[in-house]
């Protein structure tokens, strides 16, 4: 009964969108074309599930500070943290990623088709500016077969080009907890060449105490077109964040009584980090004829770190990383046997340099060093793709990857012993798609891949020098998974979309985190190989245009993901669900847009009860989150002025913004802020 109940509003969505299908479609419009896979395909080819967010629905009537706000509506993906920026935002695609202890695991991100994931699968999202953000693209499922460490899928994200001559623009919001996020931007140029500089700064008191963050951002991008087959794309970035204050987490009880405190341990040791970033890329795409395509990417990641961790022994780390890579990619049409043939292969080569050192934490002093050392990871790849079109209904689509990781490290400070060592990994990873379109409206698509996920530089942290992990964990390896997809999409262009997939994913060798005994409690996690799990899953969404000013979106994640067979010195959990993932998720926004400038959306949020530990005795309940944003744009001549507010957590619900999992001493939740409210002042001149 429980499970029908919470079938109940997939239910919904789906004979709804079933009853506004049988309306005839109106007239189609430009298809809507897919970057994440590589080779450009159009989306009704996409033998995967997808999901593409546009730019102004991203920057209209939203606060836009986080990410959470953008991809709540994307089924499949489960994304926390939006509020403590010094662990950055926390994103699972399918389970991928729920566990890390930071950041992002498993999934490919792309910003302007350069890689903001490291070889050794860690992302950071902290220096993206989602005020340029044009579109984002989900690729859900694995795809290491077209971009290796990338067992839960890819986000790629593409920023704003020049606008058609000179363009001025300027955005203020203020909001509760001392917020403040100032932007501005402008661009000079056309086709064929256009210049776009943005600038940012973001500030924030917190809801939580000692949970203060500063941001800086500058950007700059070149778009360059010297003829009409050839495109260069140039960006420049810079990152500055002097102060991000981590609270840390809480147990529930006093998650529950006194929601703003932080963690004594997080104030007493001053937890937090620092960091500053520049970065550089580049891409040419060279149309060679009618039928060929090259494209070359190179780019260069400078960034100093500073983190201060709440315990005493190694609680402070620094390290200075350069993350530099190069890309190639060739494409041609062709035909076999009088059918059409899509094929492009390519290279890719990373490689990731950090100076890495640890020194005693002192209650937020620098203590002595016990720890320095030089980790490198180089990986190097082959790709092909092919895409045979059976039909004119039928069309198939593989993929083969071969990845080859390198790490290394050299131990700097010999006075404990010499800890240098060295990791060497090859993965094959394939991958083969079936699409099948009946008519213009209906694609029904199949698909089987295989994908790795390696562990990161911190998770090889060596559990026999606890005092400070120097060296590798030799006995770690990467997990794998294999994956089985069903799935469909509905179009009918400007008045419905709507689609579903069902997977099973087996993993084995999963990647869990322990504790050495005689660092218990210190906060300090270290990794092992530990079992198998087999994860099931059923996503839908759906966008309506009610009318002409009228829309509604939804989305709904049932997830059925547990161990089978999972052993960790802390005990035996198989059997047990994955924690860190709602069973059941779904979203619901209804926005009005209208032409005098008046825009509004309501959204709902609804979040499943999930485990916060692998022995599943801790728990995070059900809650629905409910945001309202508002707005009106006036237009002044050129000049066009735009006013907008927004509540969030409208229901003043008290709920975890980030559970930490398998905490130690129970400290699994980060509350998230009460009921607050924001207010932003744009104006654009062009």
């Not at 709540?72 to 489960?78: E, N, R």
């Not at 022995?615 to 002044?636: D, K, M, Q």
């Amino acid at each position: 009964m429980r499970f029908a109940k919470s079938c109940l509003p997939a239910l919904c969505l789906l004979l709804a969108a079933v009853s506004a299908a049988q309306e005839p479609p109106p007239v189609e419009l430009e298809p809507i074309e897919i970057e994440a896979t590589r080779s450009a395909l159009e989306l009704a080819e996409v033998p995967a599930a997808v999901t593409v967010i546009n730019g102004e629905s991203l920057r209209q009537g939203r606060g836009a500070a986080s990410l959470a706000e953008v991809l709540d509506q994307v089924p499949g993906l489960f994304i926390q943290n939006s509020g403590n920026f010094a662990q950055d935002a926390r994103i699972a695609l399918r389970g991928f990623g729920a566990q890390a202890a930071f950041g992002i695991r498993g999934v490919a991100i792309l910003v302007d088709g350069i890689p903001q994931t490291l070889p050794d699968g860690q992302a950071q999202v902290d220096a993206i500016d989602l005020n340029e953000v044009e579109r984002i693209e989900i690729l859900r499922g694995p795809a290491s077969a077209l971009y290796g460490n990338a067992a839960g899928g890819v986000i790629l994200i593409t920023t704003r080009r020049a606008a058609e001559g000179p363009r001025l623009s300027a955005r203020q919001s203020f909001g509760s907890f001392g917020r403040s996020d100032s932007r501005a931007s402008a661009a000079v140029g056309g086709d064929q060449l256009g210049l776009r500089l943005s600038l940012g700064r973001f500030e924030q008191d917190g809801f939580r105490d000692h949970s203060r963050v500063e941001q800086k951002r500058a950007n700059l991008r070149l778009d360059w077109m010297p003829q009409p087959a050839t495109r260069v794309d140039m960006s420049l970035g810079w990152f500055d964040a002097p102060e991000e204050q981590d609270p840390g987490a809480l147990n529930a009880a006093d998650a529950a009584a006194t929601p703003r405190a932080a963690n004594p341990a997080n104030v007493r040791f001053d937890a937090g980090e620092s960091l500053e970033q520049w970065r550089f890329g580049a891409r040419v795409e060279q149309r060679l004829s009618e039928r060929q395509r090259l494209r070359l990417a190179g780019f260069l990641f400078d960034r100093d770190f500073s983190n201060l961790l709440p315990f005493r022994d190694g609680g402070q780390v620094t390290f200075d990383r350069q993350f530099s890579g190069l890309d190639l990619a060739h494409e041609v049409d062709l035909d076999l046997a009088g059918l059409p043939l899509r094929w492009a292969w390519g290279a890719d080569w990373r490689l990731q340099d950090d100076d890495r050192a640890r020194y005693g934490n002192l209650d937020g002093l620098r203590g002595d060093r016990v720890l320095q050392q030089r980790e490198r990871v180089e990986a190097r790849a082959l790709w092909a793709q092919a895409r045979l079109e059976l039909s004119t209904a039928w069309s198939l689509t593989t993929a083969l990857r071969q990845d080859w990781i390198d790490l290394d490290v050299r131990d700097r400070l010999l006075a404990d012993g010499d800890d240098s060592g060295s990791r060497d990994w090859s993965e094959l990873s394939p991958w083969i798609g079936l699409a099948w379109r009946p008519d213009s409206n209906w694609t029904v698509f199949a698909n089987y891949g295989h994908a790795f996920q390696t562990p990161t530089t911190t998770e090889l942290a060596n559990p026999e020098n606890p005092a400070d992990g120097g060296g590798f964990n030799r006995a770690l390896g990467p997990e794998t998974a294999d994956n089985l997809e069903l799935g469909f999409r509905y179009h009918a262009p400007g008045r419905l979309r709507f689609e579903g997939s069902v997977f099973r994913i087996e993993v084995d060798d999963a990647i869990a985190s322990f504790e050495v005994p005689e660092f218990s409690g210190s906060g300090r996690d270290f990794f092992t190989n530990a079992g198998r799990s087999t994860r099931r899953g059923l996503e839908l969404a759906a966008e309506w245009r009610l009318g002409a000013n009228l829309s509604l979106d939804a989305a709904w994640t049932g997830s059925d993901f547990e161990f089978d067979r999972f052993e960790t010195a802390d005990g035996d959990f198989s059997g047990k669900r994955l924690p860190g993932v709602p069973k059941h998720r779904s979203n619901l926004g209804l926005a009005w847009a209208d032409a005098r400038g008046f825009s509004a959306r309501l959204e709902a949020n609804r979040v499943g009860g999930f485990h916060a530990d692998n022995a599943n005795t801790a728990r995070a309940e059900s809650r629905t989150e409910l945001r309202l944003s508002a707005g009106r744009a006036f237009r002044l001549g050129s000049t066009r002025l735009r006013l907008d507010a927004g509540i969030e957590n409208l229901l003043d619900q008290r709920y975890p913004d980030n559970v930490r999992i398998n905490a130690f001493g129970g400290r699994f939740f980060e509350p998230a802020p009460d009921r607050n409210y924001w207010l932003a002042l744009g104006l654009d001149w062009r």
